[in-house]
């Protein structure tokens, strides 16, 4: 079935570095549908980019992220922490047109002064 | 905009006790969700249910009943509560579609003591 990986638990940064988080999935359809949901502290998880069209750069709030579907990864960036970008951070796919959506297990990010 | 209330926000019950959880939304979604959230193990999925009379089962259903009373509300009981159980259970909705924005209501905070 399908499956989102995401390999850090914790990523801790000091401001104004780069920020990476991975995402790699697995699905057997062609056309799946990717998305990065954050959630900061005593919030909801909210939509912050998604992207179906490889290799297309999705931006947003100065993330982004780009399907590959030839690695099927769907890395966050952004080229500087900022403190208010401490957050939980997850990946999600959704395979098929009506299919369910998978979360992976989330990326704590911390960023330090 | 809209908006997703989930009552009650805190929770507390016995071992054995049988608990619901409630979730409304304005947003006029047809498709609703149920995840809970522990630590380190993401958003798992509980039930859903994509149009009003509709209702799939998720990943983690065992020990779940969920119902779907009308097209804005959603509920989610808990047959029988486990013993120091602490978990966050959040209800989401969206449009039906492939590339459609889950939104989240704000939790219920669930303690078994």
């Known amino acids: 079935g399908d499956s989102v990986t995401q390999t850090e638990g914790l990523v801790t940064l000091t401001e104004g570095l780069p920020v990476m988080l991975n995402c790699t999935y697995q699905t057997i359809y062609s056309n799946p549908f990717l998305f990065w949901y954050v959630q900061h502290l005593n919030e909801s998880p909210r939509l912050l980019l998604k992207s179906f069209t490889d290799n297309k750069r999705t931006e947003h709030q100065g993330f982004h992220a780009t399907l590959h579907k030839s690695s099927s990864s769907f890395h966050l960036q952004k080229s500087s922490a900022q403190l208010s970008d401490s957050a939980l951070y997850y990946c999600a796919l959704r395979g098929s047109a009506l299919g369910r959506l998978h979360f992976g297990a989330g990326t704590q990010l911390i960023v330090i002064p | 905009g809209g908006i997703i209330t989930q009552t009650p926000k805190f929770l507390i019950g016995q071992e054995g006790q049988k608990l619901t959880l409630k979730c409304q939304q304005n947003f006029n979604h047809d498709t609703m969700y149920w995840y809970r959230q522990d630590s380190g193990k993401g958003l798992r999925l509980i039930y859903y249910s994509i149009t009003e009379n509709d209702l799939q089962k998720g990943d983690l259903s065992e020990g779940y009943d969920a119902s779907r009373e009308k097209k804005s509300s959603f509920s989610l009981t808990v047959t029988s509560a486990q013993k120091n159980e602490m978990a966050v259970f959040l209800c989401?909705?969206?449009?039906?579609?492939?590339?459609?924005?889950?939104?989240f209501g704000s939790g219920t905070r669930l303690t078994v003591l």
């Open positions: 989401a909705s969206s449009i039906r579609g492939s590339a459609e924005t889950l939104y």
